[in-house]
């Protein structure tokens, strides 16, 4: 399986399509991510999934709750717990910043992709805000419009 390079350069884990079509990305902040021995083996497999994951600050440090990295098979009684709190790294004024804007203006901080950086697993969370349903639908014809208009490109 051919790897995809995600924006920031690094090959691309997963993408979290739900969060981009579900919310409105406000901010992007990238973080590196605390991880145990069989969860980057789990990682590099591809045994990740963002259902239902989110980011909160809890006591001025960055969590991301909900992840579900899979069991190594062959990680045996070293293995880790599938769901656990995993502490994301950033810098304490960018963590204070989007404390301070989740809180006051009412946002959420979710998970939008996962991507190896220089051998290393990072994770962009972003500030995000529900999208309507209206919205929504905006934003599926305008996708659309797009690769219309990119195959019309290609063609001639």
């Known amino acids: 399986m051919a ?24 901010e992007e902040l990238e973080c590196g991510i605390v991880l145990t021995g069989t969860e980057v083996k789990s990682l590099r497999a591809g045994s990740v999934n963002f ?8 006591q001025n440090e ?43 203006q009412g946002m959420t901080l979710v998970p939008l992709r996962m991507f190896w950086s220089r051998g290393r697993a990072k994770v962009a969370v972003g500030l995000v805000r529900g999208k309507a349903t209206h919205d929504k639908r905006q934003s599926i014809k305008k996708r659309e419009f797009d690769r219309d208009r990119q195959r019309m490109l290609r063609r001639s």
């Open 3 to 26: 790897k995809k390079k995600s924006e920031s350069g690094g090959s691309m884990i997963l993408k979290n399509r739900r969060a981009y079509h579900e919310y409105e990305i406000i």
């Open 51 to 58: 259902a239902d994951s989110y980011a909160m600050v809890d």
């Open 62 to 104: 960055l969590w991301l709750l909900g992840l579900n990295i899979a069991e190594y098979k062959q990680g045996n009684i070293y293995n880790h717990a599938p769901t656990r709190r995993r502490k994301l790294l950033a810098h304490k004024p960018e963590i204070r910043k989007l404390q301070v804007k989740s809180e006051a």
